[in-house]
């Protein structure tokens, strides 16, 4: 029998998958196809304070086993979540987290302090880092200062457990992950997408209405375990792998690398039953290795 | 909704780069309702990565059939299977044409553009176990553009053929053709689907005709389950224009609702 469960400290998950923000919906758009309590966790789309238009389509632009999406968190906002989504969600035996977005700082507070209020969630993810939102990618996560100040200011008002979303697009992810650290996340999730562009050479137009967008998929797959290796060796809070993870030897590879647990995104739309396929397919594997826990792999990278 | 990863394909056929693929998946094909599509994976391989939607074509008891034009890399693939081969089928997805009972009796104008046929053909289907009277009306450039033209004559409904250099039926657009047919007839509904030029003169036609229409729209899509908002359009739901998913709220949308590209 292998224990599945991982402890973050903050937080104990049934298995070490969560459904990935922004392409598991609300949560309940997958509930058609499979039972959601499988799940270690799912991660709802980002929330501001009000429902937010989302960017110009085309949205979806396809690259080499990989997604590029310029989606610009349109969203039903904080309020019609907690009170038309959010009781749907709270009877599930799965921890359900919100993503928390903001315009700036008080935002930020704002959407996490409102989200606190109501009961039925595990934690919240911070999401300094979408790509598509700003001008040329900007994002708070670029920044180890605007980073401190960010989680600083959300953990005044909420005593959720706080999860910070990372971003790939910096020179030094690890000294965003202490920033964060240093504010007093309790862990953080890391990649986002990576900043990236496709065109078209008849038209000589980009092939997104917002002309950048982000990219996920296994394209980014080797970049996002590098940087969840870097972020695990520095930070002692738990590092959360996502990026291009499509199946369960993918999964074991980031926490081998130093994940605690992981996030499963694009692999949703490619396969949406990939969530509950990696999980059987890591419990498989640590059953053959004659491993009793998952936790036992956890960064033990022999470098 | 449902998953067939072994939806196994038993019959294809093709028309130039037009092509025809016919897969045993019978839980969608119980559920599947006319105007709905399938999320389909066209390769094993994570490249190209997103599946496909598609229209469903035709729907059986146990088995549906997809009609598509090869467009792209997706349809390139899809195109080359077999008969024998398993696809990975997701569906029935999205909201499919809305039968109203009062259409029972009457006329009703089913209007395709090249491979915007795709959905009618099971459309039309379904209205005559209604008691509607399905008249179809299939355009294209040019003849080998209406590969459909012998099925749709054999299954007896009237149809209306129009190709643009007039190797076949009428010459013109097939928007030309149901603006004639409007002067002397009264359908009680309008279905659309192809090019978004077409489907928006239609629109327009049936505004002036006083013509109740909806007109099936399409999209690139990242899951097809609501859940990505990639697929996103313009739509008037009353006085509000908001982004709204093609996949979830769609495919099918009614005539007024929809803000046309040139809009």
Same mark, same amino acid.
């Given at each position: 029998?292998?224990?599945?469960?991982?402890?973050?400290?903050?937080?104990?998950?049934?298995?070490?998958?969560?459904?990935?923000?922004?392409?598991?919906?609300?949560?309940?758009?997958?509930?058609?196809?499979?039972?959601?309590?499988?799940?270690?966790?799912?991660?709802?789309?980002?929330?501001?304070?009000?429902?937010?238009?989302?960017?110009?389509?085309?949205?979806?632009? +396809?690259?080499?086993?990989?997604?590029?999406?310029?989606?610009?968190?349109?969203?039903?906002?904080?309020? $019609?979540?907690?009170?038309?989504?959010?009781?749907?969600?709270?009877?599930?035996?799965?921890?359900?987290?919100?993503?928390?977005?903001?315009? +700036?700082?008080?935002?930020?507070?704002?959407?996490?302090?409102?989200?606190?209020?109501?009961?039925?969630?595990?934690?919240? +993810?911070?999401?300094?880092?979408?790509?598509?939102?700003?001008?040329?990618?900007?994002?708070?996560?670029?920044?180890?200062?605007?980073?401190?100040?960010?989680?600083?200011?959300?953990?005044? @008002?909420?005593?959720?457990?706080?999860?910070?979303?990372?971003?790939?697009?910096?020179?030094?992810?690890?000294?965003? $992950?202490?920033?964060?650290?240093?504010?007093?996340?309790?862990?953080?999730?890391?990649?986002?997408?990576?900043?990236?562009? #496709?065109?078209?050479?008849?038209?000589?137009?980009?092939?997104?209405?917002?002309?950048?967008?982000?990219?996920?998929?296994?394209? !980014?797959?080797?970049?996002?375990?590098?940087?969840?290796?870097?972020?695990?060796?520095?930070?002692? !809070?738990?590092?959360?792998?996502?990026?291009?993870?499509?199946?369960?030897?993918?999964?074991?590879?980031?926490? @081998?690398?130093?994940?605690?647990?992981?996030?499963?995104?694009? #692999?949703?739309?490619?396969?949406?039953? $990939?969530?509950?396929?990696?999980?059987?397919?890591?419990?498989?594997?640590? +059953?053959?290795?004659? !491993?009793?826990?998952?936790?036992?792999?956890?960064?033990?990278?022999?470098? | 909704?449902?998953?067939?990863?072994?939806?196994?394909?038993?019959?294809?056929?093709?028309?130039?780069?037009?092509?025809?693929?016919?897969?045993?998946?019978?839980?969608?094909?119980?559920?599947?309702?006319?105007?709905?599509?399938?999320?389909?994976?066209?390769?094993?391989?994570?490249?190209?990565?997103?599946?496909?939607?598609?229209?469903?074509?035709?729907?059986?008891?146990?088995?549906?059939?997809?009609?598509?034009?090869?467009?792209?890399?997706?349809?390139?693939?899809?195109?080359?299977?077999?008969?024998?081969?398993?696809?990975?089928?997701?569906?029935?997805?999205?909201?499919?044409?809305?039968?109203?009972?009062?259409?029972?009796?009457?006329?009703?104008?089913?209007?395709?553009?090249?491979?915007?046929?795709?959905?009618?053909?099971?459309?039309?289907?379904?209205?005559?176990?209604?008691?509607?009277?399905?008249?179809?009306?299939?355009?294209?450039?040019?003849?080998?553009?209406?590969?459909?033209?012998?099925?749709?004559?054999?299954?007896?409904?009237?149809?209306?053929?129009?190709?643009?250099?007039?190797?076949?039926?009428?010459?013109?657009?097939?928007?030309?053709?149901?603006?004639?047919?409007?002067?002397?007839?009264?359908?009680?509904?309008?279905?659309?689907?192809?090019?978004?030029?077409?489907?928006?003169?239609?629109?327009?036609?049936?505004?002036?005709?006083?013509?109740?229409?909806?007109?099936?729209?399409?999209?690139?899509?990242?899951?097809?389950?609501?859940?990505?908002?990639?697929?996103?359009?313009?739509?008037?739901?009353?006085?509000?224009?908001?982004?709204?998913?093609?996949?979830?709220?769609?495919?099918?949308?009614?005539?007024?609702?929809?803000?046309?590209?040139?809009?």
């Amino acid at each position: 029998m292998v224990d599945l469960s991982v402890d973050l400290g903050f937080l104990k998950l049934k298995n070490p998958v969560i459904a990935a923000s922004g392409t598991f919906g609300y949560g309940l758009e997958f509930e058609p196809l499979y039972d959601l309590n499988l799940l270690g966790g799912l991660v709802v789309k980002g929330l501001y304070f009000k429902p937010r238009e989302g960017n110009r389509p085309p949205r979806l632009a +396809e690259s080499p086993c990989g997604l590029i999406n310029s989606i610009g968190l349109q969203g039903i906002g904080v309020e $019609a979540f907690c009170h038309e989504i959010l009781p749907k969600l709270a009877g599930l035996q799965t921890a359900v987290i919100a993503n928390v977005c903001g315009e +700036e700082e008080e935002e930020y507070a704002r959407v996490a302090e409102y989200l606190s209020r109501h009961r039925g969630l595990a934690a919240l +993810e911070l999401n300094i880092s979408c790509p598509n939102v700003r001008e040329g990618g900007m994002c708070p996560a670029q920044d180890p200062e605007a980073t401190y100040r960010t989680v600083k200011r959300v953990k005044q @008002v909420s005593s959720l457990p706080l999860i910070t979303k990372l971003s790939p697009n910096v020179t030094d992810i690890t000294a965003v $992950a202490l920033a964060a650290e240093e504010a007093g996340s309790q862990a953080v999730s890391l990649v986002n997408t990576f900043l990236a562009l #496709a065109l078209d050479i008849e038209s000589r137009k980009p092939k997104l209405g917002n002309v950048l967008g982000g990219l996920s998929g296994p394209a !980014i797959k080797p970049l996002a375990l590098r940087m969840v290796f870097e972020v695990a060796r520095k930070v002692k !809070i738990p590092v959360i792998g996502l990026g291009g993870i499509f199946s369960s030897q993918d999964a074991l590879e980031f926490m @081998v690398a130093g994940a605690s647990a992981v996030q499963v995104g694009t #692999a949703n739309f490619v396969n949406p039953l $990939a969530c509950p396929e990696i999980i059987k397919g890591m419990e498989d594997w640590a +059953e053959s290795q004659g !491993i009793s826990s998952l936790n036992e792999i956890v960064g033990s990278l022999r470098v | 909704m449902f998953q067939d990863k072994n939806a196994r394909i038993t019959e294809t056929r093709s028309w130039g780069n037009y092509f025809l693929l016919r897969v045993s998946a019978p839980q969608i094909a119980r559920e599947a309702r006319p105007g709905q599509f399938l999320m389909i994976r066209v390769s094993s391989s994570l490249n190209p990565l997103l599946r496909r939607p598609l229209s469903i074509h035709n729907c059986t008891a146990s088995e549906i059939e997809i009609f598509f034009q090869v467009t792209g890399e997706g349809t390139r693939l899809l195109s080359k299977k077999i008969t024998g081969e398993e696809l990975d089928v997701m569906g029935p997805c999205g909201c499919g044409f809305s039968l109203k009972p009062e259409f029972k009796g009457r006329e009703i104008f089913c209007v395709g553009g090249g491979r915007g046929l795709a959905p009618l053909f099971f459309l039309a289907r379904e209205l005559q176990t209604i008691g509607a009277t399905p008249v179809v009306f299939y355009g294209g450039q040019t003849l080998s553009d209406l590969p459909l033209k012998n099925r749709l004559e054999e299954a007896g409904w009237e149809t209306n053929f129009s190709t643009d250099d007039g190797s076949y039926g009428f010459t013109g657009l097939v928007t030309q053709l149901v603006e004639q047919e409007l002067r002397n007839r009264k359908p009680a509904f309008l279905f659309g689907c192809g090019p978004e030029g077409m489907m928006a003169r239609l629109a327009d036609i049936c505004q002036l005709s006083n013509l109740g229409a909806e007109f099936s729209l399409e999209s690139i899509m990242g899951c097809g389950l609501g859940a990505c908002w990639g697929c996103v359009r313009k739509i008037k739901k009353g006085s509000e224009i908001k982004y709204h998913r093609i996949c979830q709220d769609g495919p099918v949308f009614p005539a007024e609702e929809i803000v046309w590209s040139g809009d």
